[in-house]
């Protein structure tokens, strides 16, 4: 039953930076549209807003990504485990890649994420302004 729950504790504590980073640099950016499109700001300036926000995001939370996707991949089809843990994953990857170990693979997960990313802004924000909710919430 371990193994379901391999990675858990990262992707646990790494929503927090991912979603409070997110939320509000979306937030700020959007607030400097709002002023500079007299309150509407154009759908492309809303859909870059939500890519950059959610790049920025996840560029603060992907070593706790890399961590997790360590845990998890560790062992498969049998394999010796080689992490004990978080804290070994990250000890072993700095070892062993250096810093920057801890961003590999970031380039394609944000190429992946950016799209899905703006979209997902834009789309909520519409829907707030097709509900008549106040565009500065």
């Not at 002023?35 to 939370?61: D, K």
């Not at 560790?74 to 810093?99: H, I, P």
């Amino acid at each position: 039953w371990r193994a379901f729950y391999r990675g858990m504790l990262p992707s646990m504590i790494g929503i927090l930076p991912y979603a409070g980073v997110d939320i509000a640099t979306f937030e700020m950016l959007k607030q400097r549209l709002l002023e500079e499109h007299q309150g509407r700001p154009p759908p492309p300036a809303v859909f870059a807003a939500g890519m950059l926000s959610s790049c920025i995001a996840q560029f603060v939370s992907y070593p706790l990504a890399l961590v997790r996707t360590r845990l998890q991949a560790q062992g498969v089809g049998g394999a010796k485990l080689k992490y004990t843990g978080m804290w070994d994953v990250v000890s072993k990857t700095v070892r062993k890649e250096g810093f920057f170990g801890l961003y590999k693979g970031v380039l394609p997960n944000l190429f992946k994420l950016a799209p899905a990313a703006g979209i997902s802004w834009f789309t909520f924000e519409e829907v707030k302004r097709l509900l008549g909710v106040d565009v500065n919430s």
